[in-house]
């Protein structure tokens, strides 16, 4: 069973540049998460699907953060315009039951 | 929200001894889990485990959800053993809280 995909692996922007990250879940996987993780830090949520429906973005920053999970199965994860403290690496998850699996991780760095 | 405290921080162990890292936790849980960070930053599904024992291998974990607490073992260390443990809680249903992590390192 092929596992999380996620595209780029490694992204260098200038601050206030757009960025764009993709993530294929699992399939069959309803739900779907993006995490932030910092350097040094547990990740945190940043968004929450289930389906193609947004379940939580409470902690989205939607002034410059976007997400969309059209058809209920690839989602996207923009940025714009990129801050210094973008800074991160950026990790998809899904999940059917209750078990979360995770991507590899886009590692985004804005200078 | 749901609070998560790892310990040790940090952990320097010489390849074939054997720790215990704890994770405690500030509410009931529907869901814990343990994950393995890697040095290339991928996190590798170690247990499932919102109550009860487990075993993988050299690994095994033990949640006591009445007491709000999980222990992962890890015994015969190896190198590759190196990278930062997680764990992670849910209450709600929705995402996971994960704590700041438990950093080993294993040294030949």
């Known amino acids: 069973e092929a596992g999380v995909a996620q595209s780029p692996r490694y992204k260098i922007i200038e601050k206030r540049q757009s960025v764009a990250f993709w993530c294929n879940p699992i399939?069959?996987?309803?739900?779907l998460y993006w995490y932030q993780q910092i350097l040094g830090q547990g990740p945190k949520l940043l968004i929450q699907?289930?389906?193609?429906?947004?379940?939580?973005d409470s902690q989205l920053p939607k002034d410059r953060f976007s997400a969309e999970r059209l058809k209920g199965v690839d989602s996207t994860l923009k940025i714009q315009p990129a801050k210094l403290e973008d800074s991160a690496v950026y990790l998809c998850?899904?999940?059917?039951?209750?078990?979360?699996?995770f991507g590899p991780g886009t590692r985004l760095t804005v200078t | 929200g749901i609070q998560v405290e790892q310990s040790p921080p940090d952990l320097i162990l010489q390849e074939g001894a054997n720790s215990t890292l704890r994770c405690n936790f500030s509410?009931?849980?529907?869901?814990l889990q343990w994950f393995h960070q890697n040095p290339w930053g991928q996190l590798i599904n170690l247990f499932y485990?919102?109550?009860g024992t487990k075993q993988n291998g050299r690994l095994s974990a033990t949640t006591v959800a009445t007491e709000r607490y999980s222990l992962l073992y890890i015994s015969s260390s190896q190198t590759t053993d190196s990278g930062v443990y997680f764990c992670?809680?849910?209450?709600?249903?929705?995402?996971?809280?994960f704590g700041k992590g438990t950093s080993l390192l294993v040294t030949p």
């Open positions: 509410d009931s849980v529907n869901n």
């Open positions: 998850a899904s999940s059917f039951a209750g078990e979360q699996y």
């Open positions: 992670a809680v849910d209450n709600s249903g929705y995402a996971l809280n």
């Open positions: 699907f289930q389906n193609n429906g947004v379940v939580d």
């Open positions: 399939s069959g996987h309803a739900t």
């Open positions: 485990i919102p109550s």
